[in-house]
Each structure stands twice: as structure tokens, then as C-alpha cells.
Nanobody
């Protein structure tokens, strides 16, 4: 299973950015898909997750109300819409998937993609 996160880049404080997570030969809609991030010098943290039945969870309080996770099953893609970005959102963002169909969020992902770097400039 190969997951690929994309859409990162250099943005200004207050801008919006949409990250995409795609996969080849793996139907994302049957699985819980999570976004994680790792800032320089910090541990990786969970950002958001969408379960197989489209229940969503946002983990850090700092992203609640600003980030939105969603799916487009026709495109086999999960998005992370990042709004009103802040310098503390600077990190490498990863998407990850559970291996079991029908899974909920909260477990340890089985598959990880390469990250995409988001840099928020002030």
C-alpha cells in the first residue's frame, strides 16, 4: 500500500492550504485515514482522522475550527483543508491508514505515506 500526501508549500500567516492524501490500489473509503504532523524538534502528533463511516475527529485544540478533513471517494482522496494557518502549523504532514476495513479512528495506523512540508511564514 502506497499513500501519498501532497499539497504542502510555503504560505503566509492567515492563508489557506489544502493537503491531499491519495493511494494506489487501495480504496481509502473503507478505512480510517488520519493526518499527522511533525514540527522541527518535536514529536509527531495526530491532527485529524476520518473513520470509514465518515466520523471525524480533530486532536489538537489548536486546529479545531480551522482544519477540516473530508473525503472524495470518486477520487480516492482524503483532504485536509487548513484555514487561517499559523506559524505553529509549520510541520511535515503525513497521512496514514488503518489496514482493517470498517475501522474507526484512534488506533495505530498500519500504512504511512511520505510527508508533505507545510511552512507558514509570518
Amino acid at each position: 500500500v502506497q499513500l501519498q500526501a501532497s499539497g504542502g508549500g510555503l504560505v503566509q500567516v492567515g492563508d489557506s492550504l489544502r493537503l491531499s492524501c491519495t493511494a494506489s490500489r487501495f480504496a481509502l473509503n473503507y478505512h480510517a485515514i488520519a493526518w499527522f504532523r511533525q514540527a522541527p524538534g518535536k514529536e509527531r502528533e495526530g491532527v485529524s482522522c476520518i473513520s470509514s463511516n465518515n466520523s471525524v475527529t480533530y486532536y489538537p485544540d489548536s486546529v479545531k475550527g480551522r482544519f477540516i478533513i473530508s473525503r472524495d471517494n470518486a477520487k480516492n482522496t482524503v483532504y485536509l483543508q487548513m484555514n487561517t494557518v499559523k506559524p505553529e502549523d509549520t510541520a511535515v504532514y503525513y497521512c496514514a491508514a488503518t489496514g482493517r476495513r470498517g475501522s474507526s479512528c484512534g488506533g495505530i495506523p498500519d500504512f504511512w505515506g511520505k510527508g508533505t512540508l507545510v511552512t507558514v511564514s509570518s
